[in-house]
C-alpha cells in the first residue's frame, strides 16, 4: 500500500463502501469514471483508500450511485438495489 493517512482506517471503510454499493448497481469503475469524469485510476485509487478522496469527488460519487452522502458514509447501513 502507499501513503498511509492518518484517517486510513475510515478511508478504507469508504472505499469498500463504494465498492459495495457500485456492485450492487453493477457499474464497473469505467462506468463509474465515465458518470463523474473523475479518472478511472483516481476511482480506483479511491476504492483502494490510496488516496484521501474530497467532499466534491464524494458528493459526485455519491450522486452518480443514486444515493445520499450521508448513506455512502453510513458504514452501518445496507444499500438496496
Known amino acids: 500500500?502507499?501513503?498511509?493517512?492518518r484517517d486510513q482506517e475510515y478511508l478504507v471503510k469508504i472505499g469498500k463502501r463504494i465498492v459495495e454499493i457500485?456492485?450492487?448497481r453493477k457499474i464497473t469503475q469505467e462506468k463509474l469514471?465515465?458518470?463523474t469524469e473523475i479518472?478511472?485510476?483516481q476511482i480506483g485509487r479511491i476504492e483502494r483508500a490510496e488516496t484521501?478522496?474530497?467532499i466534491s469527488s464524494l458528493k459526485l460519487i455519491a450522486d452518480h450511485l443514486k444515493i445520499s452522502v450521508s448513506d455512502l458514509l453510513d458504514f452501518s447501513k445496507s444499500i438496496e438495489k
Open 22 to 24: 457500485r456492485d450492487l
Open 52 to 54: 484521501n478522496v474530497s
Open 33 to 35: 469514471a465515465e458518470l
Open 39 to 41: 479518472d478511472t485510476r
Open 1 to 5: 500500500m502507499g501513503k498511509q493517512y
